[in-house]
């Protein structure tokens, strides 16, 4: 890696923006940070032919572009597009990239480059499978969809924990996801709202689409959240049970989408230690589906 220099704004490609989503609340909070002269973190380029073609630092360039600069601090990371990419994914590590970051670089790879899956797996030190989960994540992602995610209209999260796992159940939910998702976008509701919403709209059935097609979301919202909010208070036994039941209910959509992402087990740690638990829950599994059972009778 290169050391830091300075370079005309202007000079920049910006051709891999279409590839990171937009967050416009950590845009401006970045926005007021370097308004009041924090320190900024070099962008990080691949020099392309003489080009600086940015890799990462897209919100960052955007700010400045607000601010009227006109010079730009960089590293440059690679001599050439492929490497630039494969060395910004093992510098981020699946730490600072999101799975829409990761799946779109390793597209560009595979598409535009020719690089086969196992080549790219190898590059990472991935496993293949892990390089085909993310080709496949894009290809099953509606254009529509992705547009709304790349210009920040609808949050990534929501995408992934409220709206992509009823898909992966039943794929004639498709066009289904990409309607939900236009209709949504123009509420700018809550990530908590969305969710609500999401599960009336897959599950709810025919009748409760039509309402919230006519624009009844909002009404439906407050429904929903009115035994939560208003009414008779709940003893503080009620209040901790609701409490767990909500946290499972979260846990059970990350733990579906995890195991659902996740690359084969390759550590002999995790296989003994997700092993036992594993057995422990499926063994608790049956007195808790009763225990549900019951109380949802009861209310």
Same mark, same amino acid.
């Given at each position: 890696?290169?050391?830091?220099?300075?370079?005309?704004?202007?000079?920049?490609?910006?051709?891999? +923006?279409?590839?990171?989503?937009?967050?416009? $609340?950590?845009? =401006?909070?970045?926005?007021?940070?370097?308004?009041?002269?924090?320190?900024?973190?070099?962008?990080?380029?691949?020099?392309?032919?003489?080009?600086?073609?940015?890799?990462? $630092?897209?919100?960052?360039?955007?700010?400045?572009?607000?601010?009227?600069?006109?010079?730009?601090?960089?590293?440059?990371?690679?001599?050439?597009?492929?490497?630039?990419?494969?060395e910004w994914l093992k510098l981020t590590g699946g730490k600072r990239a999101t799975l829409y970051e990761e799946a779109g670089f390793v597209s560009e790879l595979h598409k535009v480059h020719g690089m @086969?899956?196992?080549?790219?797996?190898?590059?990472?030190?991935?496993?293949?499978?892990?390089?085909?989960?993310? %080709?496949?994540?894009?290809?099953? %992602?509606?254009? @529509?969809?992705?547009?709304?995610?790349?210009?920040?209209?609808?949050?990534?999260?929501a995408w992934m924990y409220s709206v992509r796992p009823f898909m992966r159940v039943n794929g004639e939910?498709?066009?289904?996801?990409?309607?939900?998702?236009? %209709?949504?976008?123009?509420?700018?509701?809550?990530?908590?709202?969305?969710?609500?919403?999401?599960?009336?709209?897959?599950?709810? =059935?025919?009748?409760?689409?039509?309402?919230?097609?006519?624009?009844?979301?909002?009404?439906?919202?407050?429904?929903?959240?009115?035994?939560?909010?208003?009414? +008779?208070?709940?003893?503080?036994?009620?209040?901790?049970?609701?409490?767990?039941?909500? @946290?499972?209910?979260?846990?059970?959509?990350?733990?579906?989408?995890?195991?659902?992402?996740?690359?084969?087990?390759?550590?002999?740690?995790?296989?003994?230690?997700?092993?036992?638990?594993?057995?422990? %829950?499926?063994? =608790?599994?049956?007195?808790?589906?009763? @225990?549900?059972?019951?109380?949802?009778?009861?209310?």
């Amino acid at each position: 890696m290169n050391s830091e220099q300075q370079i005309e704004l202007d000079q920049l490609d910006t051709r891999f +923006e279409s590839l990171k989503t937009r967050d416009s $609340g950590v845009e =401006g909070r970045l926005f007021c940070a370097l308004e009041r002269g924090e320190v900024l973190d070099p962008l990080l380029v691949a020099m392309e032919n003489e080009t600086p073609l940015l890799i990462d $630092g897209f919100k960052r360039l955007r700010c400045l572009k607000k601010l009227k600069w006109s010079m730009v601090p960089c590293i440059t990371i690679a001599t050439s597009t492929t490497d630039g990419i494969l060395e910004w994914l093992k510098l981020t590590g699946g730490k600072r990239a999101t799975l829409y970051e990761e799946a779109g670089f390793v597209s560009e790879l595979h598409k535009v480059h020719g690089m @086969s899956p196992s080549v790219i797996a190898d590059h990472l030190r991935r496993s293949k499978s892990w390089v085909c989960m993310r %080709l496949q994540f894009l290809r099953s %992602l509606p254009s @529509s969809v992705r547009k709304a995610l790349e210009t920040g209209e609808f949050p990534l999260h929501a995408w992934m924990y409220s709206v992509r796992p009823f898909m992966r159940v039943n794929g004639e939910t498709r066009a289904l996801a990409e309607e939900f998702v236009a %209709l949504a976008k123009k509420q700018r509701s809550t990530l908590r709202e969305i969710d609500l919403l999401a599960h009336e709209w897959f599950q709810g =059935g025919e009748e409760i689409r039509a309402s919230i097609r006519r624009g009844n979301g909002a009404y439906l919202l407050a429904h929903l959240q009115a035994p939560v909010s208003s009414g +008779e208070a709940m003893s503080s036994e009620e209040q901790q049970l609701f409490k767990h039941l909500m @946290s499972l209910q979260d846990l059970i959509r990350k733990i579906l989408h995890e195991a659902r992402s996740c690359e084969k087990p390759r550590s002999k740690t995790f296989k003994a230690q997700a092993g036992v638990a594993c057995k422990t %829950l499926l063994g =608790g599994w049956p007195a808790l589906k009763q @225990s549900l059972e019951k109380l949802h009778d009861q209310c």
